[in-house]
Each structure stands twice: as C-alpha cells, then as structure tokens.
C-alpha cells in the first residue's frame, strides 16, 4: 500500500504561481508513476504532469511551458511548480501513483485561480 499526501494550493490570481507538493508513504520503492491530475467541475480528471517509470517528465498539452514537475526519489516526493497561471487552472489537484496493480491517489487539493 502506497499513501499520498498533497500540500499547497489555494486561492491565486491569474498570471500568479503556487506550489504542490506531495509526499508518498508504504511500500514506495513499488512506485512506477508519479505525479499530479486535475479535475474541475463538470469535467474529467485529467493529466497535468506525470513520470512514467523512468521516462518523462509528460505534461497535459494546456500546461506546457507553465508548469514543471520534478521528483525527488530519496525523499518520495513531487513537486508541481505552477507560474502564469490562468483561471482555467482551477479545479481540485490530485496526486498519483501507480504500482504494478494498483492505483493510488491522494485526497486533492483545491486550486482556484481569480482575481
């Protein structure tokens, strides 16, 4: 079993930046992929940025060249660093991890992004 837990969020304004973080606990040395999903209301959870095993990092196609992920293994975190944000960002952030077999997410954080 695999546990996450996401720090950071809240309330920017647009053009503003935040910072998530998520740290995983358990059985972390089983964990493939690492990284951070998105949802707001009325839409489908969605990739934000992701590492696939070694490979990546892989970003959603709305946040290139906004947003960075990066990844500390001896410490079992992720980081998303978020710059030039806009209000579409807004929605709930999910961390995620994947293991041969299962999947796992964290409880999300809220992120809104209004002037």
């Known amino acids: 079993q695999v546990q996450l837990v996401e720090s950071g969020g809240g309330l920017v304004q647009p053009g503003g930046s935040l910072r998530l973080s998520c740290t995983a606990s358990g059985n972390t040395v089983t964990i493939i992929n690492f990284g951070w999903y998105r949802q707001s209301p009325g839409n489908q959870r969605e990739m934000v940025a992701l590492f696939r095993g070694s490979a990546g990092p892989f970003y959603g196609d709305s946040v290139k060249g906004r947003f960075t992920i990066s990844r500390n293994s001896a410490e079992d975190t992720v980081v998303l660093e978020m710059h030039n944000m806009k209000p579409e960002d807004t929605g709930v952030y999910y961390c995620?991890?994947?293991?041969?077999?299962?999947?796992?997410w964290g409880v999300g954080t809220q992120v809104t992004v209004s002037s």
């Open positions: 995620y991890a994947r293991s041969r077999g299962s999947t796992y």
